[in-house]
């Protein structure tokens, strides 16, 4: 069975990874990044690290994801805020010369999505679309297998749609973005604004409350259920894709979020696109193993 | 070089032509194609059609686009309002029979944008996203030489993506819908709402008085801008494109339509994406071309 080298490069950590084309590990080693010491630095450590990877000679190609947009064509960076030095910085090509395997790499919500669609919920399915909604929201579009990363590399950052141009603007994002308006970091946000004596401190105690019949809490719930429903029912309209694969922070409440966001889903949408269906993310290691999947997503 | 018959099976009329893999038309023949007689009598005149193309056995394959969303999988219509009895009708199987070709089916939009693709304005790109706005609103997404029509045939189908979610419900679509605020049936239902002793009957009337200081025509041109620069920008956040082609109808005003589009579209979007063309559609016969070009798109 083929072998891929899967690495996931973090401002703060980096961990590399020995995995077969099926998505099991079989050798993992890790080590701090140094992150803001520049790419001369952080490349020796990942280097350091895929030397002691065993066997890593037998891999048939290296992937690595890297948090931000990527010019997946150059296999470099397009914007770095968490990795000091490394936009345009040609990792791909360095990492290639120095171990002599074909490298590619890609953004790390993107990885995780291409990990899901290969090997995770989306197996065998042709039009995966993985979505991560944590304390911001992220995903990527599958087609045949291979992420869909766009001209520079935004496929998938789906943060920046406007789910309902009325409301306020809050940060650099679109006045109604639904990164605004339905992350955790947003719940969290609107939960303190409308529950100013509760001391919510995260996403999870509002939904707690609405459970408990909190009318306030009960108000955030619905708004979020109508907005992450017009963010898939505008999707669908995109792509259609076969499977809506949903990961990160936000899916522990999956049972406050999903029943009512898949209802207002439906009334948004032609009933031809009712079944589309909507599950969880099953991979307990998407970043790593989705990084070794790049590879494989290029037919080697 | 390699042919290919491409067919456009319309309500009203059929066309069949054999076309070259670089999109040239050799031979070309048209016909009423009776399609409220049900699919023994249309598929009879498409059949007949093909055999009088002069060395049809010379071709590759057959295309062929039809109005409404396809499985392209089954080869089949999954809705069929101008074509009587299509629905679920194995077209490309009944026609692979007949000839002995491989036979692929797209719905008729799709199959445009997949001619503009190949060999028009996104000759050479990987990832292309095609529009047509006319009487309605209707797109596809092109990746490495194929569409993503979806799970259902709905990739590309924006018209029902909400971009005011706060207007009025006006028809079946979703209030705020693209479709219901942008389409030239859009634009001239509210030249006709906002103007009613000017006798607006077509939405370049309202383009021409907005041209020529009207107040209210402007303002409707103006609120174009936002919610097509508003639809651009949701889509390059799914799926970032390295170029959106535009046809239909509407561009006859292109003038009039894109650059305020262009400036609503880069200031809802990161500055990463400003760069990404919009350009017109350029071929004269994008239906069948396109549909020839379906059987290309899978490798034959």
Chains 1, 2 share one sequence.
Request: hydrophobic share 40%; net charge negative.
């Amino acid at each position: 069975m083929k072998t891929y080298i899967g690495i996931d490069l973090g401002g703060t950590n980096v961990r590399a990874a020995r995995i077969t084309e099926e998505g099991e590990i079989l050798a993992q080693v890790s080590s701090p990044s140094h992150g803001q010491e520049g790419p001369e630095t952080v490349m020796k450590i990942v280097k350091d690290l895929v030397y002691s990877l065993p066997n890593w000679q037998e891999c048939a190609g290296i992937g690595m994801g890297v948090p931000g947009p990527v010019n997946t064509e150059k296999g470099c960076m397009e914007i770095s805020s968490n990795l000091t030095g490394f936009k345009g910085y040609p990792i791909a090509d360095d990492l290639q010369k120095e171990f002599g395997l074909p490298t590619f790499l890609d953004n790390d919500a993107n990885v995780a999505g291409l990990a899901e669609a290969l090997v995770g919920a989306g197996k065998g399915l042709k039009t995966v679309f993985y979505t991560t909604i944590s304390t911001g929201i992220g995903g990527v579009l599958v087609v045949n297998g291979q992420t869909v990363s766009g001209k520079h590399g935004f496929g998938g950052e789906i943060a920046n749609i406007i789910i309902d141009r009325n409301r306020k603007k809050i940060n650099y994002l679109n006045a109604g973005a639904v990164e605004v308006e339905c992350s955790g970091t947003a719940i969290t946000r609107k939960g303190r604004e409308a529950l100013a004596d509760l001391g919510v401190e995260h996403a999870g105690q509002v939904f707690a409350l609405a459970r408990e019949g909190n009318q306030k809490a009960k108000e955030i719930v619905t708004t979020l259920h109508r907005d992450l429903g017009q963010l898939f029912a505008t999707i669908a309209c995109v792509c259609d894709p076969d499977i809506f694969i949903l990961g990160g922070g936000m899916m522990k409440s999956a049972d406050d979020v999903l029943p009512g966001m898949i209802e207002e889903y439906k009334k948004l949408s032609h009933e031809a696109l009712w079944d589309t269906p909507f599950v969880l993310a099953e991979l307990k290691e998407p970043g790593i193993v989705g990084a070794a999947m790049l590879p494989k997503s290029q037919g080697i």
